[in-house]
């Protein structure tokens, strides 16, 4: 089972939009709508911001939004600010029963 | 307040054997899936395994598979990770987790395990 594709780091000005993609494959991201996306800030445990490919917890900024198409995941944030600087991380169910991962991105508030 | 907390921080030699332990409260522990998630330093998440609410399921990644074993102890809500013999590769922080609706959440505070000779 090989790691979600992220890109190693995205970079935004304050109010810009991005879009940090997770590509994986027919035996999990296409497969099922298992998909979430946790926010790592440094030297913090990981928080989930969503699950479900496009649902948002209660208390996470309607900044963040999730969607899938094919194999590809994807995680927008609008209007960037300066405490959206974190690594994040997408995961995906898998067709053997387990998760996994994406590599991670560095999101740089420029 | 649901919460996980993990115990604390180790230092171990090559060959040892650990156990760490993650005791969960605020919640009905029998009732969820734990999971446990490695990051090495200066790297990513890495999805490990989680165990059962009774314990009959285990599922590991396959990294992990026979390298590690995960159980849980219902009396005390209390999820563990063991090692039989350490390497200094596995020198990491570990996370325990909750899993619910398909995502992890809450995440315990980490454990860090340092494997040095």
């Known amino acids: 089972q090989s790691a979600l594709t992220q890109p190693a780091s995205v970079s935004g000005s304050p109010g810009q939009s991005i879009t940090i993609s997770c590509t994986g494959t027919s035996s999990d991201v296409g497969r099922y709508n298992y998909v979430s996306w946790y926010q790592q800030q440094p030297g913090k445990a990981p928080k989930f911001i969503i699950y479900?490919?496009?649902q948002r917890p209660s208390g996470v900024s309607n900044r963040f939004s999730g969607s899938k198409s094919g194999n590809t995941a994807s995680l927008t944030i609008s209007g960037l600010q300066a405490e959206d600087e974190a690594d994040y991380y997408c995961?995906?169910?898998?067709?053997?029963?387990?998760?996994?991962f994406g590599g991670g991105t560095r999101l740089a508030v420029l | 307040e649901v919460q996980l907390v993990q115990s604390g921080a180790v230092l171990k030699k090559p060959g040892e054997s650990l156990k760490i332990s993650c005791k969960g409260s605020g919640f009905t522990f029998s009732n969820y899936w734990i999971g446990w998630v490695r990051q090495m330093p200066g790297r990513g998440l890495e999805w490990m395994g989680l165990i059962s609410p009774d314990k009959s399921d285990i599922r590991y990644g396959p990294s992990f598979e026979g390298q590690v074993t995960i159980s849980a102890d219902k009396s005390s809500n209390t999820a563990f990770l063991q090692w039989s013999r350490l390497k200094a590769s596995d020198t990491a922080m570990y996370y325990c987790?909750?899993?619910?609706?398909?995502?992890?959440?809450?995440w315990g505070q980490g454990t860090l395990v340092t494997v040095s000779s």
């Open positions: 995961c995906s169910y898998t067709r053997s029963d387990t998760w996994v």
């Open positions: 987790a909750r899993q619910g609706n398909y995502v992890l959440d809450p």
């Open positions: 479900g490919v496009s």
